[in-house]
């Protein structure tokens, strides 16, 4: 069973399933040539694509190019269904930052075909996450930076104010298809600047005052 540390208690919850959305930021969506969506644009990745602030980041044999993309992170407290966007906020746990590594070459072939990007999104090592700090200790989800660097160099850069749909959209919209249960992990989208990864590349990833994360991308 794999976890996630909520904090101050350190306490480990069981992750049932990984959220994810897609084309959340507006400048992301263009930098792809792709139209911002009209409703949140939904995949999903397996808990056993978690690793903890630390571990190695795994290329996939399959790929020759694989991405980066830096994300807020929320986790799920309370199990619900058809939740209303007003009460939406009483479910989350807390927060965190999280990396959706992605197979880009599948992910395009995968369009180009019809066909879902699963493997593309969802391959071991491809979800990065930090613990997650409390609800509670933080005044304002819409206001806070987020950054990653490779190498040192800055790639990018923005802030969770310009997410496309809110927590509480979110939220609302995925308990009308799957019932939310605590220890499920929502990622809410990824700004522009994301870009290849290669074999002993060192990313940075951070949220001040949510948490960061350090991984190495090793080739096996």
Request: charged share 20%; proline share 7%; net charge neutral.
């Amino acid at each position: 069973m794999h976890t996630v540390t909520l904090l101050p208690e350190k306490k480990k919850i069981p992750v049932g399933k990984i959220l994810c959305l897609g084309k959340n930021y507006a400048e992301h969506a263009k930098e792809f040539g792709g139209n911002v969506p009209q409703s949140p644009m939904i995949f999903l990745k397996p808990p056993t694509a978690i690793i903890e602030n630390g571990g190695d980041i795994i290329l996939p044999p399959l790929s020759k190019n694989v991405h980066h993309e830096v994300e807020l992170t929320v986790l799920i407290g309370a199990a619900g269904k058809n939740i209303p966007k007003s009460d939406a906020m009483n479910y989350v746990a807390g927060y965190g930052i999280g990396l959706d590594m992605t197979m880009r070459d599948k992910q395009s072939e995968a369009k180009k075909e019809g066909s879902p990007w699963s493997i593309a999104k969802g391959f071991d090592t491809s979800a990065p996450l930090s613990p997650f700090v409390p609800k509670a200790s933080v005044s304002d989800p819409y206001n806070l930076d987020i950054k990653l660097s490779v190498n040192g160099k800055q790639r990018q850069h923005s802030n969770t104010g310009k997410m496309i749909f809110k927590i509480d959209e979110i939220i609302a919209f995925l308990s009308l298809v799957f019932t939310l249960e605590e220890g499920d992990v929502i990622f809410t989208g990824t700004p522009e600047g994301v870009g290849q990864v290669i074999a002993n590349d060192v990313i940075d990833a951070e949220i001040p005052g949510i948490g960061l994360l350090h991984h190495r991308v090793v080739a096996k």
